[in-house]
């Protein structure tokens, strides 16, 4: 009863700090590379929330996934557009595999805009497709990466695997 409690806590903490934003504004401020780690944390506690309740196993963050969505995302961003191909034609596999990581692919959710990490993972968790890679339940690692550009926009990418 009290992990459900703790549940439905973390993912109302999430919808609430999703809409929340700062000065009044939907985008993102800058993001520290002190950041990175809070933000890391923050979405791996949610995505956990998200997995108790489908009474799944958590997943552990995965340095190799967090460097294979950190690339890609920056990939992205000089390619200036969003997609699962690398500007070299790599696979999410491929590019977690060159990261490092050993295991398989479950899938990797991508994102562009102004948003914010919560919003972009209340986005994630609204779609089917994207919500279905996070519930998978042969899913054990995840990672996350990000690239802010010259003009504002960030390109996230989450990447989670067996």
């Given at each position: 009863m009290l992990r459900a409690f703790h549940a439905v806590l973390a993912l109302a903490l999430l919808v609430l700090a999703a809409c929340a934003?700062?000065?009044?504004?939907?985008?993102?401020?800058?993001?520290?590379?002190?950041?990175?780690?809070?933000?890391?944390?923050?979405?791996?506690?949610?995505?956990?929330?998200?997995?108790?309740?489908?009474?799944?196993?958590?997943?552990?963050?995965?340095?190799?996934?967090?460097?294979?969505?950190?690339?890609?995302?920056?990939?992205?961003?000089?390619?200036?557009?969003?997609?699962?191909?690398g500007s070299d034609l790599t696979s999410p596999r491929e590019r977690a595999f060159r990261a490092g990581y050993r295991g398989e692919i479950v899938g990797e959710n991508i994102s562009e805009g102004t948003d914010s990490d919560l919003v972009v993972l209340k986005t994630w968790l609204d779609f089917k497709d994207t919500r279905d890679v996070m519930l998978d339940p042969a899913a054990r690692g995840l990672g996350l990466g990000w690239y802010r550009d010259a003009t504002g926009k960030t390109w996230w990418v989450q990447v989670v695997g067996q």
């Open positions: 934003s700062s000065n009044g504004s939907p985008g993102i401020g800058e993001i520290s590379p002190g950041d990175a780690n809070a933000i890391r944390l923050r979405h791996l506690d949610a995505v956990n929330a998200a997995r108790m309740q489908h009474d799944l196993p958590p997943v552990q963050l995965s340095a190799e996934l967090n460097a294979a969505a950190e690339t890609h995302a920056r990939d992205m961003s000089i390619q200036g557009r969003a997609w699962h191909f």
